[in-house]
C-alpha cells in the first residue's frame, strides 16, 4: 500500500476547509441580502407578534424553585398536559409558561406575596405591614393599552365607571397598571391565599374568551413632596374584567453571572463579568430561509451570524431586541462583542432570531456601610431593550436565568449572597418619551468580615487589654507605664491608616469607627491615670483607694459600651447575617 504524503493530505484538508467555509459565507451573504430585499414587504423591522387572552397584565413568578419535589413536578406536568389537550396556540394561550415548556412552572411558580420593595425603597408603616402580612400576586408586566393613550378613556377596561361601590380609590387620575407597585388580594371575591397552584395557572395562562373575573387590586405611590419620598397605599379598586386579546412577541431572556465580583468598598463600585443571550421566533422569514436550505443544504438547518458592527455596515433593519446594562460607570462592551444570529431548523419549525453578549461592567453604588464591616449590600441593575424603535415585547424568564442565579454564589470570599430576585418593569425612556421592556436582577450581597475580626478587631482589643494592664503597675514606675501606654497607642493610630483604606470618606460613622474611637477614649484613660496616680503616690505615699477597682471597672466598661454601640447599630441599619451579631437584632 502507497504511503500517504502527510503535508500533501493536510493542504487537501485546509483547502476543502476553506472550501466549505468559503460556501457557507456565501450562502450566509444571499441569506442576508434576501432579508435586506424583503424588509418592508415582510415588514421585517418590526416584531412578529402572536395573540393570546389575558386580563390585561401578566403576575410575577418566584425564583425559589420547588425542582426537587418530584410530587410536585409530576402534579404540574400532568395539569399542564391535560391543559393543552384543550388548549392551544390557535386558541390563543397565554404563551407563559404552558406552550414553551412544561418545565417553566416548575422553575418559576406564580409568586403569593412576599415583595422585596420595601427592601429597596423607602415605605411608610402601613406599606410594610401590607407588603408583610397580605397574601397577595404581584403585577409585574403591563399587557394592556395604557389608559391616557386610548381616544376614548370611558371605553377602556379600567374607566373609573367600572369601579364597584366596594373600591376606596380616591385619586384625582384613573387607575392604570404599574409593574411592582399594583397588588392583586381578591379575585372573585376569594382571597389569594384560597386558591391553589393549580387554580391560578388555569386563571392567568388558560383564561377562556369572553369570561370574567372580578379582581381587588390595591395600588401604591410615592409622596414626591415628601423629603424622604416615602411610598403609601394610594388605595384600591374592585373592578371586573373581562379576558381580551394581548398582541406580544415573546423573548426568552437568559442571564448568567461570570466567575467574578469585585466590590470596591473605598470606591463605591461593583464589578462584575456577565453573559446575556435573548432569543425570539420570527415566522416572516420561514420562506426565506427555506429556501436557502433548499438551494444549499438539501432542506436541512443553517445558521447565519453577524457582529453588530457588520449588521450596522450591511445597512439591514431588522428586528431585535438590544438588551443593554443601564446606568454603568464604565463598561467593556463593543459592537464586535455582540452577536446577531438566525437559525432554521428545518420544516416545521420557525426561524429562531438571537441577539447575545459577554461583557464586565462596573456600577458605581452608594453602599451603605453604617454597619462595616459586618455589612449588607444589595448589587441590583437592569437591562432595558435599547432598539432604536418601540419594540413590544413579552420578556420570558428562562428557565436556565432562575436556575443560574438562583445557584449562584461569589467566588470572592468576602461576599455572600443572601437573596436573589427577578423584576419585570417598563422603563420611560425620556428622550423618545416612550416605554421600553426592561427586566432587573437584584442580589443581596453579606460582607464576610472575617479578615476585619481576624486582622484589625482583635489586635486593637489586644492592644485595649495590654494597655488596660498598665494599671496594675505600682504608681512609682511611671516610666515604665508611660513607654506601654504611649507604644500601644501609637500602634493603635496606625489602624486607622488599615481602615481608611478600607472605606471611603464618609459623613457619618460606621460601626468600625465606633469601635477604633471607643478604643481611643479608653486607650486614653490608662495615660492619664498613670500621670494622677503618680502624683497622688508621691503626696499621700500610698496608692488611691479604688485603683484596684478601677482595673476591673476599665475593661467592664469597655465592653459594655461597645456591646451598647453594636447593639443599637444593629438594630437600625442592615447587618450581614454571616457576622454573627444576628441575635442582637
Given at each position: 500500500m502507497k504511503k500517504i504524503n502527510k503535508p500533501f493530505f493536510y493542504?487537501?484538508?485546509c483547502f476543502v476547509f476553506l472550501i466549505s467555509f468559503s460556501y457557507a459565507d456565501d450562502m450566509c451573504n444571499i441569506f442576508w441580502d434576501d432579508l435586506n430585499k424583503h424588509t418592508n414587504e415582510l415588514q421585517l423591522y418590526e416584531p412578529s407578534k402572536i395573540s393570546f387572552r389575558s386580563y390585561g397584565f401578566d403576575v410575577k413568578r418566584t425564583i425559589n424553585s420547588k425542582k426537587n419535589d418530584e410530587t410536585l413536578y409530576?402534579?404540574?406536568?400532568?395539569?399542564?398536559?391535560?391543559?393543552?389537550?384543550?388548549?392551544?396556540?390557535?386558541?390563543?394561550?397565554?404563551?407563559?409558561?404552558?406552550?414553551?415548556?412544561?418545565?417553566?412552572?416548575?422553575?418559576?411558580?406564580?409568586?403569593?406575596?412576599?415583595?422585596?420593595?420595601?427592601?429597596?425603597?423607602?415605605?411608610?408603616?402601613?406599606?410594610?405591614?401590607?407588603?408583610?402580612?397580605?397574601?397577595?400576586?404581584?403585577?409585574?408586566?403591563?399587557?394592556?393599552?395604557?389608559?391616557?393613550?386610548?381616544?376614548?378613556?370611558?371605553?377602556?377596561?379600567?374607566?373609573?365607571?367600572?369601579?364597584?361601590?366596594?373600591s376606596n380609590w380616591q385619586s384625582e387620575y384613573s387607575f392604570f397598571i404599574s409593574p411592582n407597585?399594583?397588588?392583586?388580594?381578591?379575585?372573585?371575591?376569594?382571597?389569594?391565599?384560597?386558591?391553589s397552584d393549580e387554580e391560578l395557572i388555569e386563571?392567568?395562562?388558560?383564561a377562556?374568551?369572553?369570561?370574567?373575573?372580578?379582581?381587588?387590586?390595591?395600588?401604591?405611590?410615592?409622596?414626591?413632596?415628601?423629603?424622604?419620598?416615602?411610598?403609601f397605599l394610594e388605595g384600591h379598586i374592585d373592578i371586573d374584567i373581562k379576558t381580551m386579546v394581548s398582541a406580544y412577541r415573546p423573548v426568552n431572556f437568559l442571564f448568567k453571572f461570570g466567575n467574578f465580583l469585585d466590590v470596591k468598598t473605598v470606591n463605591n463600585e461593583m464589578s462584575f463579568n456577565y453573559s446575556l443571550f435573548a432569543s425570539w421566533e420570527e415566522p416572516k422569514i420561514n420562506k426565506i430561509a427555506a429556501d436557502i436550505s433548499d438551494k444549499y443544504m438539501?432542506?436541512?438547518?443553517?445558521?447565519?451570524s453577524m457582529n453588530?458592527?457588520?449588521?450596522?455596515?450591511?445597512?439591514?433593519?431588522?428586528f431585535f431586541p438590544d438588551f443593554r446594562i443601564q446606568d454603568f460607570k464604565d463598561i467593556k462592551l463593543n459592537n464586535e462583542d455582540i452577536t446577531i444570529k438566525f437559525t432554521y431548523w428545518g420544516e416545521g419549525y420557525d426561524v429562531e432570531g438571537s441577539i447575545s453578549h459577554e461583557a464586565i461592567v462596573t456600577l458605581h453604588k452608594n453602599l451603605k456601610l453604617n454597619n462595616f464591616p459586618f455589612d449588607r449590600q444589595r448589587l441590583d441593575f437592569s437591562f432595558t431593550d435599547d432598539s432604536i424603535d418601540e419594540s413590544v415585547i413579552y420578556i420570558l424568564n428562562d428557565a436556565d436565568t432562575v436556575l443560574f442565579i438562583d445557584d449562584y454564589n461569589s467566588l470572592d470570599r468576602e461576599w455572600d449572597t443572601k437573596d436573589k430576585d427577578i423584576l419585570k418593569f417598563d422603563s420611560w425612556s425620556v428622550f423618545d418619551k416612550i416605554f421600553t421592556s426592561s427586566i432587573a436582577i437584584d442580589i443581596v450581597l453579606d460582607r464576610n468580615p472575617s479578615y476585619y475580626i481576624f486582622k484589625v478587631v482583635l489586635p486593637i482589643l489586644i492592644l485595649?487589654?495590654?494597655?488596660?494592664?498598665?494599671?496594675?503597675?505600682?504608681?512609682?514606675?511611671?516610666?515604665?507605664?508611660?513607654?506601654?501606654?504611649?507604644?500601644?497607642?501609637?500602634?493603635?493610630?496606625?489602624?486607622?491608616?488599615?481602615?481608611?483604606?478600607?472605606?471611603?470618606?464618609?459623613?457619618?460613622?460606621?460601626?468600625?469607627?465606633?469601635?477604633?474611637?471607643?478604643?481611643?477614649?479608653?486607650?486614653?484613660?490608662?495615660?492619664?491615670?498613670?500621670?494622677?496616680?503618680?502624683?497622688?503616690?508621691?503626696?499621700?505615699?500610698?496608692?488611691?483607694?479604688?485603683?484596684?477597682?478601677?482595673?476591673?471597672?476599665?475593661?467592664?466598661?469597655?465592653?459594655?459600651?461597645?456591646?451598647?454601640?453594636?447593639?443599637?447599630?444593629?438594630?437600625?441599619y442592615d447587618l450581614s447575617t454571616s457576622s454573627g451579631l444576628s441575635f442582637l437584632k
Open positions: 493542504l487537501i484538508l409530576y402534579k404540574i406536568d400532568n395539569f399542564l398536559n391535560d391543559k393543552n389537550i384543550e388548549y392551544n396556540s390557535l386558541n390563543k394561550v397565554n404563551p407563559h409558561p404552558a406552550v414553551y415548556s412544561y418545565d417553566r412552572f416548575i422553575y418559576e411558580e406564580i409568586q403569593k406575596g412576599y415583595s422585596t420593595f420595601c427592601e429597596r425603597n423607602n415605605c411608610d408603616s402601613n406599606v410594610k405591614k401590607f407588603l408583610f402580612n397580605q397574601d397577595y400576586l404581584i403585577i409585574d408586566t403591563n399587557l394592556s393599552e395604557p389608559i391616557w393613550s386610548v381616544d376614548n378613556e370611558e371605553k377602556h377596561f379600567l374607566s373609573p365607571d367600572n369601579y364597584l361601590s366596594s407597585t399594583n397588588f392583586i388580594t381578591h379575585i372573585d371575591e376569594k382571597p389569594i391565599s384560597e386558591f386563571i392567568f395562562y388558560f377562556k374568551e369572553n369570561e370574567t373575573r372580578r379582581f381587588r387590586i390595591h395600588s401604591i405611590t410615592k409622596d414626591t413632596f415628601n423629603d424622604k419620598g416615602l411610598w438539501d432542506g436541512n438547518g443553517f445558521f447565519c453588530l458592527r457588520e449588521y450596522n455596515d450591511e445597512g439591514l433593519i431588522l485595649v487589654g495590654v494597655l488596660f494592664s498598665s494599671v496594675l503597675i505600682p504608681p512609682l514606675q511611671l516610666e515604665s507605664k508611660l513607654t506601654l501606654t504611649v507604644v500601644c497607642f501609637l500602634a493603635l493610630i496606625a489602624y486607622i491608616f488599615v481602615i481608611d483604606e478600607s472605606v471611603p470618606k464618609l459623613s457619618y460613622m460606621t460601626l468600625m469607627d465606633y469601635f477604633i474611637l471607643l478604643s481611643f477614649v479608653f486607650s486614653a484613660f490608662p495615660n492619664i491615670y498613670a500621670i494622677y496616680e503618680y502624683n497622688f503616690y508621691k503626696k499621700n505615699n500610698s496608692q488611691h483607694k479604688y485603683a484596684k477597682k478601677i482595673a476591673f471597672l476599665l475593661p467592664s466598661l469597655y465592653i459594655s459600651c461597645l456591646i451598647l454601640i453594636v447593639a443599637v447599630n444593629v438594630k437600625t
